[in-house]
Structures are given as C-alpha cells and as structure tokens.
C-alpha cells in the first residue's frame, strides 16, 4: 500500500491514481493525513479491500510530506561506514541522533530558499513508527513500521559547525529542509526492506549512490535503540542516516548553489525533487505610526 498526503487529504496511491481515503470509507477515517496512524490496524485492515478503480488521475506537485506533523522526528548521523570516514568519526560510533523540527517537512516536489552558500544534502531512508513502542525486541521492529518514504536531510553547514557546540537541528530545519515522500510504502511492499537503492543527483551529476543494507545500525536496531530511551508514538518519523558523498567532506567543498536541482531516489518508493533559488531578503518592516 502506498499512502499519499493529495492536497492535504490522505490518499491510497494505485499506479497513476489516488483514491481520497474520507470519501471511500463514507468518513470513517479522517481527511486528515497525519490521523491515520491512530488507527493503524483498522486502517490497514480496511484498505485491504480497496477498490482502485475509484482512483483519480493527480500530479506529483500536489502531494505534501506524506507525514505532515509528525509528534516526534529523530534523525540518525553517522550510519553508514564510509560517511563516518569522510566525517572523520570510527566507523563502530554510536548513533549520533538529533531532531529535524516538523516546520521543516516539504513535500516531494519543491523550492527551497538557501539561508547561506553552504548548504548540503543528505538523502536518506526514512520510516515511519505505526503503534506506540516501547523496549521494542528487534524481532518485532519491523510490526512497528507503518512504512518507508525517502527524505532529504538539508543541512546548513555554517551554523550546524559554529559555536562551541554543533547546532545540528537548527541548521537542518530551515523552510523545507525536510522533503519527503512522494509517498509511505508499506515493508510488505519490498522483497526486502533493509536493502534498497539510494541515490541522489545534483544538477545532473550523481554525488550519493549506496544500498542501505550499508547501514551501520539497520532499521530494527534503530528502533531497539531509540524505544529504549524515548517512548515513540504513532506517525512519528525516523531519518535513517546517509551515506557517504556529502559537499561538506569533498575537497574542494562543494555546495548547492542557486539555479540547481537535486533528484533523490530511493528503490521502491520514488524520487524527490528540489531547486534552490537565491535567499531573499527581508521585507523591511513598516515604520511606527
């Protein structure tokens, strides 16, 4: 099952249509995209039955993050050995694990406002939690996964390094520094979840390319790790990590410059698309009186 987020409504994706969730169940699941997961098990069992035929043609430019609020995001660095090396931590590190505050999600298709000249990318895996976990057993992570969709972990390099201390999510949640989707793929839609295909391409030119059966801490680990700590609830997301390929470890730097699009791929679920334009400046605020 592929669920989408269609002008602020949630949908079931069928090839090249969309059936609104609402009107096929005659209200008894919400409109809304994020309130799904409240009732993961009943909706999964309903959607089970779906006509597809009731579908829709739509646009990729109408679809939103397919998680728009979540409660929680966690993000993962350091999950892949080969970007450990280029960031220079040992390749056996904990997780490091920060937040991407939900203000920042996009949907798939959007521009992004550069805040400086150094901002990055980061593609990634990204699942979504479908039931409240706690000290989940890594057996049973998966039961905890409503789905998979792609993201993009943009990064503002100037601020997360300044200080004595790395400001990590402020420099990740400028305006749509989150994309996501184009959509939420259910695990049983892969042969094999924890190995899929990442990619992602700037202005044509291919500068991240793994399997994320590369992951240092694969998605159950992540989850043992985290449910551990923190209680997760349902919807909300987890960034899996990146592999390696960023600007920031490339010698000379390479950042995204204005004009230039990023395509990101992931196996299975889809691609993101952004372009980046100029930061424009403020509006001058309105005289007193």
């Known amino acids: ?49 779906l006509d597809p035929s009731r579908g829709a043609a739509f646009a990729v430019e109408e679809l939103g993050p397919p998680v728009p609020r979540p409660p929680q995001v966690f993000a993962i660095g350091i999950n892949y050995a080969a ?31 550069l805040p400086s000249g ?19 057993r890594r057996e049973d992570a998966w039961q905890h996964v409503a789905g998979i ?7 503002e390099r100037t601020s997360q390094l300044a200080g004595a201390k790395p400001q990590f999510s402020l420099a990740k949640s400028f305006p749509n520094f989150g994309p996501t989707g184009p959509w939420l793929v259910t695990p049983d839609e892969f042969g094999d979840p924890s190995d899929l ?19 240092i801490y694969d998605v159950p680990e992540l989850l043992v790790r985290l449910s551990r700590v923190c209680r ?19 010698t000379p730097k390479r950042f995204i410059r204005p004009g230039e699009e990023l395509v990101s791929e992931l196996e299975g679920v889809g691609r993101l698309t952004q372009r980046f334009v100029a930061a424009r ?9």
């Open 1 to 49: 099952m592929r669920l989408a987020n269609l002008r602020g409504r949630l949908a079931v994706v069928t090839g090249d249509t969309a059936v609104d969730v609402a009107e096929a169940s005659g209200g008894r699941f919400a409109a809304d995209p994020q309130a799904v997961f409240a009732e993961w098990d009943a909706f999964r069992d309903w959607a089970a039955s």
């Open 83 to 113: 970007h450990a090396s280029e960031a220079g931590y040992p390749p056996d590190s904990a997780p490091v694990t920060f937040t991407k505050f939900p203000g920042c999600l996009a949907g798939p298709v959007c521009e992004v406002e």
């Open 118 to 136: 150094t901002v990055d990318w980061e593609v990634e895996m990204v699942v979504a939690v479908s039931r409240d976990t706690v000290r989940v």
């Open 149 to 155: 969709t792609l993201g993009q972990d943009l990064s």
């Open 197 to 215: 295909a990442i990619s992602c391409s700037l202005s044509g030119e291919t500068v991240q390319s793994a399997r994320t059966s590369a992951m």
């Open 232 to 250: 997760l609830f349902p919807g909300d997301l987890v960034f899996t990590g990146t592999p390696s390929g960023v600007g920031n470890a490339r």
């Open 281 to 289: 400046e403020d509006a001058a605020p309105a005289p007193a009186g």
